[in-house]
């Protein structure tokens, strides 16, 4: 691959040149996503600049995905590229400097997968790498003295399935997927193909060290906010400098791949739990312990049956919404019977600011909640139990699950929480 120098092409063109090369040996799920891996090359060749160091997320959900020579490319693209893989922690940390590698991790389930046992330093490194002045702290004995290790540099994960939310929530995800019959990328060979593309990340760093300044200072508008304008601030930045169609195309590929991931985003499993416990609630202010595990328990699809040995308890309920300062309450019901219960005013709260509105949510329940009562104070069950879609019978009293009786109605609250 032949490439001019920077003396004779524009910001944008080697921009151009660098799609070209990108997109003549990988197929990209989409436009936007070529966009995007584009300037998080471009931008590796400008850390010295960068507040925040985003990392690019390179998954797929099987093999042959091409996630291995996507990052190929990346490697022979970017700035100072480092393999991590079978490094050890020490040697990763010794290599950061204030203009410090790109850090590259292929099979990253070696890193975060269930046999990643002893990579807990790389996985703090590349959690804290994300931002500037988060170094890491070292004893020394041999001088009696605490070491500031830096940890900034961008890094690049290949592997199959999702990363970690927190070092997702920090990157560009780009979703690979196997090439449909028709689709054609041509092969790439290291030795044939790598030196072309070495000299093209060359006129890159050329292009792009000579306005650190200018890059530093850019505070680009950004169509997202919070984490997601961080991580993908360098990006926009480049993309400005370059000019051209890359300002409109860089945030195109913002939107297009924030969008992406919000709309696969279960988030973590307490805010699965904020979401189902908020579709189980329906309009009602208060449910009983007792009916609430039995409706987690009921979606087959939801992880509460797996969670632990036992699956979930009053007692793991209550210490995940602790997090979230919701607690259980002595309710009294209007037929006199009195249990342990949430009241809806407990997380109403907690489900503004961590869910997403009730209309567009991801997580629910497959079965419809039934309500405990409606706010006239009616119970809508008639006493007798019902199945339920796992074939177990549903919860009809305040006691254990699936034991006949009477529903209460709504009650209030008459004791402290437990």
Not at 123 to 143: E, F, I, S
Request: glycine share 8%; net charge neutral.
């Amino acid at each position: 691959m032949s490439t001019p120098t920077t003396g004779t092409m524009t910001g944008a063109a080697l921009l151009d040149a660098l799609h070209a090369a990108l997109t003549r040996y990988v197929v990209l799920p989409n436009p936007q996503a070529a966009d995007a891996v584009v300037l998080w090359i471009a931008a590796t060749h400008a850390q010295p600049a960068w507040a925040h160091a985003p990392r690019l997320v390179i998954r797929g959900p099987e093999k042959r995905c091409g996630k291995s020579r996507l990052l190929d490319v990346v490697e022979a693209t970017c700035h100072d590229p480092f393999i991590t893989v079978n490094s050890s922690p020490a040697a990763v940390y010794r290599s950061i400097s204030d203009d410090p590698p790109t850090m590259l991790v292929d099979e990253a389930d070696t890193i975060f997968g269930p046999n990643a046992a002893g990579n807990e330093d790389l996985r703090g490194l590349l959690n804290a790498g994300h931002q500037r002045n988060r170094p890491a702290k070292r004893y020394d004995a041999n001088t009696n003295r605490v070491e500031s290790i830096p940890t900034f540099a961008m890094a690049a994960l290949a592997g199959i399935g999702a990363m970690p939310d927190t070092i997702e929530d920090r990157a560009v995800v780009v979703r690979m997927r196997r090439r449909a019959p028709g689709e054609q990328a041509a092969p790439y060979r290291h030795r044939r193909d790598r030196p072309g593309l070495r000299r093209l990340a060359d006129d890159l760093t050329r292009w792009l060290r000579a306005d650190l300044t200018v890059l530093e200072n850019a505070e680009p508008t950004m169509p997202v906010e919070d984490r997601a304008a961080d991580t993908w601030e360098p990006l926009v930045a480049v993309a400005d400098h370059a000019g051209d169609t890359w300002p409109d195309r860089a945030r195109a590929a913002v939107l297009a791949l924030t969008g992406e991931a919000a709309s696969s985003d279960q988030g973590s499993v307490r805010i699965r739990l904020l979401m189902d416990c908020r579709t189980i609630f329906g309009d009602h202010d208060a449910v009983p312990t007792a009916f609430l595990i039995d409706r987690l328990r009921a979606d087959p699809e939801a992880p509460w049956t797996t969670l632990g040995k036992t699956g979930i308890t009053p007692a793991k309920l209550a210490g995940m919404l602790r997090e979230f300062d919701i607690t259980s309450s002595n309710v009294r019901f209007p037929d006199g019977t009195q249990a342990k219960g949430y009241q809806r005013a407990h997380f109403t709260d907690a489900w503004a600011r961590y869910c997403p509105p009730a209309e567009g949510e991801p997580s629910q329940p497959s079965q419809p909640s039934q309500p405990w009562s409606g706010r006239d104070g009616t119970s809508p069950w008639d006493g007798t139990s019902r199945p339920t879609k796992t074939g177990r019978p549903a919860l009809t009293s305040i006691g254990t699950a699936g034991t006949a009786g009477t529903a209460p109605p709504l009650g209030h609250v008459t004791g402290g929480a437990a």
